[in-house]
């Protein structure tokens, strides 16, 4: 099972909105709607942001939201903040041997 | 609070065995599905293996298929990877998170150990 397919970076000026993307197959993306979405910052274990596609745990800000057209997925992260700035993982559940897959990354740079 | 924390990582051999442990608190481990990721150096996480909340169902990585055994222990709150002929590219650190929000193995991993270096080097 290959990663699902993000872009290498993204980046953005405070205030502003940014969209990532996550392409997948008709394994993954294309049949299933769990989709998460985890924000990563240097020497930081991984957080939680999406899940479900569009749902936010309790606590994440509403600034993050999540949505899906066929094999793609995205990430939009609006009023960008110098916090924001990490690493950002899109995921889901595939239908291959490997039943649970991460895209290979995006770093998101705050100008 | 929900707290995640893993120990065992260290040095080893290629070809030899280790094993990570998950010391889980804050919320009862008997109802949860858990998870172990890796991250090698450098690199994009990689998801290693699941295991359902009374462990009577484990799923792996291809990755890792035939050489990792994911287990846990719920009378002692603990997730646990035996990892066997290890290779090079298994260098990493390896986190183990808590299926979570919903109910649902593979819906979203919701916490996560500070995680533990594993570096196969001869």
């Known amino acids: 099972q290959s990663a699902l397919t993000q872009p290498a970076s993204v980046s953005g000026s405070p205030g502003q909105s940014i969209t990532i993307s996550c392409t997948g197959t008709?394994?993954?993306?294309?049949?299933?709607?769990?989709v998460s979405w985890y924000q990563q910052h240097p020497g930081k274990a991984p957080k939680l942001m999406i899940y479900?596609?569009?749902n936010r745990p309790s606590g994440v800000s509403n600034r993050f939201s999540g949505s899906k057209s066929g094999n793609t997925a995205s990430l939009t992260i609006s009023g960008l903040q110098a916090e924001d700035e990490a690493d950002y993982y899109c995921?889901?559940?595939?239908?291959?041997?490997?039943?649970?897959?991460f895209g290979t990354g995006t770093k998101v740079t705050v100008l | 609070q929900v707290q995640l924390v893993e120990s065992g990582g260290g040095v080893v051999q290629p070809g030899r065995s280790l094993r990570l442990s998950c010391a889980a608190s804050?919320?009862?481990?008997?109802?949860?599905?858990m998870h172990w990721v890796r991250q090698a150096p450098g690199k994009g996480l990689e998801w290693v293996a699941a295991i359902s909340y009374d462990g009577g169902s484990t799923n792996y990585a291809d990755s890792v298929k035939g050489r990792f055994i994911i287990s846990r222990d719920n009378s002692k709150n603990t997730l646990y990877l035996q990892m066997n002929s290890l290779r090079g590219d298994d260098t990493a650190v390896y986190y183990c998170?808590?299926?979570?929000?919903?109910?649902?193995?593979?819906?979203?991993?919701?916490?996560w150990g500070q995680g533990a270096l594993v570096t196969v080097s001869s």
């Open positions: 995921s889901s559940y595939t239908s291959s041997s490997t039943p649970y897959v």
């Open positions: 998170a808590r299926s979570g929000p919903e109910r649902g193995t593979y819906r979203g991993l919701d916490y």
């Open positions: 479900d596609v569009s």
């Open positions: 804050g919320f009862t481990f008997s109802t949860y599905p």
């Open positions: 008709s394994s993954d993306l294309g049949v299933y709607n769990y």
